[in-house]
């Protein structure tokens, strides 16, 4: 149990069809984040919020298109995906101090494996 | 742009064993580098290192990075069935908050 809960863990869905992740962290962190693991990849960083304020975006289509509610709530809405887009989304939280700088250390979430089909 | 090179990819050894896994990187500004185990899901953090030439170390496991040189190394010494996993490093930029991953040591521990 790392504090950091994703639902759903499993999601299969059309290419015209509308989904959302949900990450929903107990750990008091002030920053979170979207991040995408294809097979044989690095993962790759697609949505930092601090604050609940967007920092960054690494140029993700917009078919993915993520909402931070509060501090403790981040989701990721899914929009006519398309079949390349199937891999495992992790979440994580971490704590930042105010100045916007992270302290690096990330705890994720289980992941939610979705598959396009 | 920031990268961060992992080596071997794959790596098979017998229980008992240990084994050295590798880390380079090339990041401007660095802060930190990390290590993270993933054995399912969620990766798991390990070791997060700042100064070159100091040892981290948790159970039979130690890390070491050398900045002038850009790498670090993790070790498992005495390894067992449950070290099996993927091993994930990563660095940090100074007043980033993004952690660059590379592409990760996926171990396997035979009996």
């Known amino acids: 149990e790392t504090g950091v809960t994703q639902t759903p863990r499993h999601l299969v869905m059309g290419m015209t069809n509308k989904k959302s992740l949900k990450c929903e962290q107990h750990?008091?962190?002030?920053?979170m984040y979207w991040y995408k693991q294809s097979a044989k990849k690095p993962l790759e960083l697609m949505f930092v919020?601090?604050?609940?304020?967007?920092?960054e975006n690494n140029s993700v289509p917009s078919r993915f298109s993520p909402e931070c509610p509060n501090s403790s709530h981040l989701f990721l809405h899914l929009h006519t995906l398309q079949p390349e887009d199937s891999a495992l989304y992790l979440c994580?939280?971490?704590?930042?101090?105010?100045?916007?700088?992270?302290?690096?250390?990330?705890?994720f979430g289980e992941g939610s494996r979705l598959t396009v089909l | 742009e920031d990268k961060v090179v992992q080596s071997p990819l794959s790596l098979v050894v017998h229980e008992g064993d240990t084994v050295t896994l590798n880390c380079s990187y090339e990041?401007?500004?660095?802060?930190?580098l990390l290590w993270y185990k993933q054995e399912k899901k969620a990766p798991t953090f390990l070791f997060m290192l700042t100064s070159s030439g100091i040892e981290k170390k948790s159970g039979r496991l130690s890390s070491i990075l050398d900045k002038k040189e850009l790498f670090s190394i993790l070790n498992i010494t005495a390894t067992q069935t449950g070290d099996s996993a993927v091993y994930l490093c990563?660095?940090?930029?100074?007043?980033?908050?993004?952690?660059?991953f590379g592409q990760g040591t996926r171990l396997t521990i035979n009996p």
């Open positions: 919020y601090s604050l609940e304020e967007r920092v």
């Open positions: 750990l008091g962190h002030n920053a």
């Open positions: 994580a939280s971490s704590q930042a101090p105010s100045g916007g700088a992270g302290t690096g250390e990330l705890f």
């Open positions: 990563a660095v940090v930029r100074q007043g980033a908050q993004k952690l660059v």
């Open positions: 990041v401007t500004n660095f802060r930190s």
